[in-house]
């Protein structure tokens, strides 16, 4: 799991956020995603965070449309 826990930003990442993050396909969580998390959560992600099976499917299950 991400820290900090991927509930505690995901519903509130801007639409581009979110768009980054699905657009990932495994890789490195990016610069714009990890600002805003940090802006939310006042915690910096580490810069090799990448996103765990239960954060997708978290994701999954919150996914809603972001256009």
């Known amino acids: 799991m991400t820290d900090p826990e991927i509930h505690t930003w995901w519903p509130l990442l801007s639409a581009d956020a979110k768009h980054a993050l699905e657009a990932l396909d495994g890789e490195i969580i990016p610069d714009l995603v ?19 099976v239960r954060d997708w499917d978290f994701i999954r299950t919150q996914r809603e449309a972001v256009d």
């Not at 940090?38 to 996103?51: A, H, K, N, S």
């Open 34 to 52: 990890r600002d805003e998390v940090e802006t939310l959560t006042g915690v910096r992600m580490p810069r090799e965070e990448r996103l765990t």
